[in-house]
């Protein structure tokens, strides 16, 4: 059965002030979905809302998600369902390598499943690890790395790509992936995403700015979101026409006051 991800009316609240005012949207496993909008529109709010996050406050509406109430799970319990979230910024954790995070997440999991569970033995995850290293071209050093610590910009999305292939999600938000990469680490973040894609039948819900990452993950539908709602939905040509004339055509469409 293809799990989905469907937002009905969504309004969403940070410190009282409402920021998502009404969200309709539907990812399906296996489809790729981009959401465009400028700085304030509400993008990373509605990521961090259907991820869990704690300052995020649902105050209407509600998220299916493969069959289940996703409002009613606690954040990891949405990362176990089969949702993952790839942060814009993603925080270094100093003194815990990346293969220890990796296999303590791993643990976590199958514990979760089962409590008597001893996790994953370490020639298991080693196996594990490597295969997914090398399925997305990442050196086998990083593995032994502080956890984004003194990681450049490219290297930690790479990262976060890694972890997305670790924890195999039914469908993953990418927000704002492609903030800080050059041409090269674009690229490199680019392909891993496709293969996991690919080999996962990941449905993908990418936010951008730009058109750029979207030359390389082709996306199925493209939705651009204003003042707390998405406005217009259609296929690629979408996010080729905001490429080519901006904002000003929806700001005139909708009657939202051009931002200061």
Same mark, same amino acid.
């Given at each position: 059965m293809t799990a989905a991800l469907e937002v009905k009316n969504l309004h969403a609240s940070v410190a009282d002030q409402p920021i998502l005012k009404g969200i309709d949207l539907l990812v399906k496993? +296996?489809?790729?979905?981009?959401?465009?909008?400028?700085?304030?529109?509400?993008?990373?709010?509605?990521?961090?809302?259907?991820?869990?996050?704690?300052?995020?406050?649902?105050?209407?509406?509600?998220?299916?998600?493969? +069959?289940?109430?996703?409002?009613?799970?606690?954040?990891?319990?949405?990362?176990?369902?089969?949702?993952?979230?790839?942060?814009? &910024?993603?925080?270094?954790?100093?003194?815990?390598t990346l293969a220890k995070f990796l296999r303590q997440t791993i643990n976590s999991r199958m514990q979760a499943k089962d409590p008597d569970s001893k996790g994953i033995s370490i020639p298991a995850f080693r196996r594990f690890l490597t295969e997914k290293m090398n399925l997305l071209?990442?050196?086998?050093?990083?593995?032994?790395? &502080?956890?984004?610590?003194?990681?450049?910009?490219?290297?930690?999305?790479?990262?976060?790509i890694l972890q997305m292939a670790t924890v195999e999600p039914k469908i993953a938000i990418m927000d704002e992936t492609d903030s800080g990469l050059d041409i090269d680490a674009l690229r490199i973040v680019s392909e891993g995403a496709n293969r996991l894609h690919k080999e996962l039948n990941m449905g993908v819900?990418?936010?951008?700015?730009?058109?750029?990452?979207?030359? &390389?993950?082709?996306?199925d539908h493209v939705h651009?979101?204003?003042?707390?709602?998405?406005?217009?939905? +259609?296929?690629?040509?979408?996010?080729?026409?905001?490429?080519?004339?901006? &904002?000003?055509?929806?700001?005139?469409?909708y009657g939202v006051a051009e931002e200061a």
């Amino acid at each position: 059965m293809t799990a989905a991800l469907e937002v009905k009316n969504l309004h969403a609240s940070v410190a009282d002030q409402p920021i998502l005012k009404g969200i309709d949207l539907l990812v399906k496993q +296996g489809e790729v979905h981009a959401l465009m909008g400028p700085n304030g529109s509400g993008k990373s709010t509605l990521a961090f809302t259907l991820a869990g996050h704690p300052a995020y406050e649902t105050t209407a509406g509600q998220v299916i998600f493969d +069959g289940e109430d996703l409002l009613e799970m606690e954040a990891d319990e949405r990362s176990r369902a089969g949702l993952f979230l790839a942060f814009q &910024y993603p925080a270094a954790v100093p003194g815990v390598t990346l293969a220890k995070f990796l296999r303590q997440t791993i643990n976590s999991r199958m514990q979760a499943k089962d409590p008597d569970s001893k996790g994953i033995s370490i020639p298991a995850f080693r196996r594990f690890l490597t295969e997914k290293m090398n399925l997305l071209g990442i050196d086998p050093k990083f593995a032994g790395r &502080y956890l984004n610590e003194g990681f450049s910009g490219g290297e930690k999305k790479r990262v976060e790509i890694l972890q997305m292939a670790t924890v195999e999600p039914k469908i993953a938000i990418m927000d704002e992936t492609d903030s800080g990469l050059d041409i090269d680490a674009l690229r490199i973040v680019s392909e891993g995403a496709n293969r996991l894609h690919k080999e996962l039948n990941m449905g993908v819900l990418i936010i951008t700015h730009y058109q750029r990452i979207l030359d &390389y993950v082709k996306p199925d539908h493209v939705h651009i979101m204003f003042d707390g709602r998405i406005v217009e939905s +259609g296929g690629p040509e979408l996010a080729l026409k905001l490429e080519e004339e901006g &904002y000003d055509w929806i700001r005139a469409k909708y009657g939202v006051a051009e931002e200061a």
